[in-house]
Nanobody
Framework: QVHVVESGGGLVQAGGSLTLSCAASGTIFSIDDMGWYRQAPGNQRDLVALITGDGRTNYADSVKDRATISRDNAKNTVTLQMNSLKPEDTAVYYC???????????????WGQGTQVTVSS
């Protein structure tokens, strides 16, 4: 069992910044990809940023140059910093972790409950 918990959402003015944090805990041998996704009302859940276990990153075009994802493998945490926020960044942001429970085991996907980010114009 793995729990993924996000924090750091809230109300931000356009042009502002925020930092989202996510921590995974439980039966974890290692974590492969960790990522942030977001879902606005009526939309599908889309990738915002992803970081692999060895630190390679991938960003959605909509946030490229405005977002930075980082992780602490020792603490099983991932952080998303976003700058120059826009009203269209408003969404529920979800953290995802691809977890190995044991060496050479299958990889399992875990999601957090989500944290609301609202950007006012």
């Amino acid at each position: 069992q793995v729990h993924v918990v996000e924090s750091g959402g809230g109300l931000v003015q356009a042009g502002g910044s925020l930092t989202l944090s996510c921590a995974a805990s439980g039966t974890i041998f290692s974590i492969d990809d960790m990522g942030w996704y977001r879902q606005a009302p009526g939309n599908q859940r889309d990738l915002v940023a992803l970081i692999t276990g060895d630190g390679r990153t991938n960003y959605a075009d909509s946030v490229k140059d405005r977002a930075t994802i980082s992780r602490d493998n020792a603490k099983n945490t991932v952080t998303l910093q976003m700058n120059s926020l826009k009203p269209e960044d408003t969404a529920v942001y979800y953290c995802n972790a691809l977890v190995y429970h044991r060496p050479r085991s299958d990889r399992y996907s875990y999601w957090g409950q989500g944290t609301q980010v609202t950007v006012s114009s």
